[in-house]
């Protein structure tokens, strides 16, 4: 077993790998680094990053992956809470405290092996780190920062769904599909945490920002907090933007976008970017999932998009509600389809080949339509994803084996 002291890694070596190629770029100077640790309480180390060569300035209570995202240093990360492994890096030299990262996401023998996970480690010394960037050249990923959110409106809009209007401070700018975090109030003494929520409105809408958020039984940013006591006129911190799950402008495969629950935030994000802003030039298939209908929501604003855009179909699709039951209602049976989302897609297209995925929602419904699509033959690089994994996922283990970090 790893005792506490384990969790500090230390790695020496610091050599480029073979086969790699080191890119050079101005290191920063030393009065630069001395004015950065004069401002802080905390102390500071030089984090470089391999293969760009990239130097910046990390103080020890913060994250590799934060002080990288700040300085405009893309690192891959995807739930920046120690859960997906997205972020797992190479340490070349140097030491880190590892943080809580889950020992799913970051098994002990990777541990061993020198291995990180940026959005958790925080360096003890100057440390260098190995990354795999895969950057799209065609996608701006803009730094991220700090700004104070104002609640403009917070309303209702399916069972345990609410749906936040957040005012910033100043005009953020984003990718469509990106995400948040919010800083949560400690209850009764204990300490404030981060949560983070995907902008479900499109990016030429920098100061308004809208959210979509499902209450979670027993979680400290939801049941405790946005379902508790957040209320219209409410300050907080935020931070952002987050996250590599983004549309790809400009291209102009067909889309088939699968959205569980909330997952449809930064779908709804991608779809009005797509199409409201003309940033995609392909035909666009929404797939929403819901139980019933009472947890789906937006369905109107969704069926008025597809009367506007041709290029753009919509299928809500119930679970459990059958089309009698719907029927009986006084709605009409044909506004939608009936079964899982990932059958309505297998019934739907023979084949996928030649399309683009985008799956975001609780990480077992992003794993069938994972499924799914690969055997519509579809590649998984060509299925872009976001599982909305929260704390209690750490401890679960739930990392896909099919889904390559
Ligand atoms: C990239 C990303 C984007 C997201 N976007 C959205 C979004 O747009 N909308 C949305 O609704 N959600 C979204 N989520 C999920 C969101 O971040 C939160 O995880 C979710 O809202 C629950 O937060 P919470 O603080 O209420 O619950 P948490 O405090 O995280 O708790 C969740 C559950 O785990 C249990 N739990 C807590 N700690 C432990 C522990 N140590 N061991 C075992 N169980 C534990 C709690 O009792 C609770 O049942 C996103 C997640 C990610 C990663
Ligand atoms: S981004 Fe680090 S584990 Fe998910």
């Known amino acids: 077993m790893t005792g506490p002291l384990a969790f500090v890694s230390t790695h020496l070596g610091g050599m480029p790998r ?10 920063l100077s030393p009065s630069t680094v001395e004015t950065t640790k004069a401002k802080t309480m905390s102390e500071s180390f030089i984090v470089t990053v391999e293969p760009l060569g990239r130097q910046v300035v990390c103080r020890d209570d913060q994250s590799i992956l934060d002080a990288c995202l700040r300085a ?33 996401a970051l098994m002990d023998f990777e541990r061993d092996e020198g291995k990180l996970l940026t959005c958790c480690a925080k360096p003890r010394s100057d440390v260098t780190i190995e990354a795999d960037i895969d950057v799209d050249e065609d996608i ?48 009764a003494g204990a300490e404030a945490c981060d949560r983070t929520w995907s902008i479900g409105s499109p990016p030429t809408q920098g100061r308004t920002l809208e959210f979509h958020i499902r209450n979670v039984p027993g979680g400290r940013g939801t049941d405790g907090w946005v379902f508790k006591d957040l ?21 102009d495969n067909h889309t ?18 797509g199409l409201e802003n ?8 929404l797939y929403q999932g ?23 179909t919509y299928r809500p699709c119930l ?13 009409d049976p044909a506004a939608y389809a009936y079964g899982m989302v990932t059958d309505v897609i297998a019934a739907d297209h023979p084949s996928l080949s030649g399309c683009k995925g985008y799956l975001c929602g609780p990480p077992l419904m992003v794993e069938a339509a994972l499924k799914t699509m690969m055997a519509k033959r579809l590649f998984p690089r060509d299925i872009y994803r976001e599982e909305f994994f929260n704390e209690g996922d750490k401890s679960g283990g739930v990392n896909s084996p099919l889904i390559k970090r």
């Open 319 to 331: 679970s459990e509600e059958t089309a009698e039951q719907v029927e009986a209602s006084g709605d």
């Open 18 to 27: 073979a086969g790699r190629t080191r890119h050079t770029s101005p290191v």
């Open 231 to 251: 209320a219209v006129g409410d300050t907080f911190p935020m931070s952002g933007p987050y996250g590599r799950f983004v549309l790809h402008t400009g291209e």
């Open 140 to 187: 701006e990923m803009f730094p991220v920062q700090d700004y104070v959110g104002t609640l403009v409106a917070k309303d209702e809009i399916a069972r345990d769904t609410v749906r936040l209007i957040v005012e910033v401070d100043r005009d953020i700018a984003f990718n469509a599909g990106q995400y948040m975090k919010f800083t949560v109030p400690g209850a």
């Open 256 to 273: 088939i976008m699968v959205a569980g629950g909330t997952g449809l935030a930064p779908i709804k994000s991608m779809l009005r970017h």
């Open 278 to 285: 003309e940033m995609y030039e392909g035909d666009m298939t």
């Open 290 to 312: 819901g139980r019933s209908r009472e947890w789906l929501y937006d369905v109107d604003f969704f069926r008025a998009l597809a009367e506007e855009y041709p290029q753009f």
């Open 72 to 104: 405009g240093v893309w690192l891959p990360h995807s739930c920046t809470h120690g859960t997906c492994a997205t972020c797992k890096c190479e340490i070349a030299d140097g030491e880190v405290d590892h943080g809580e990262a889950s020992s799913f």
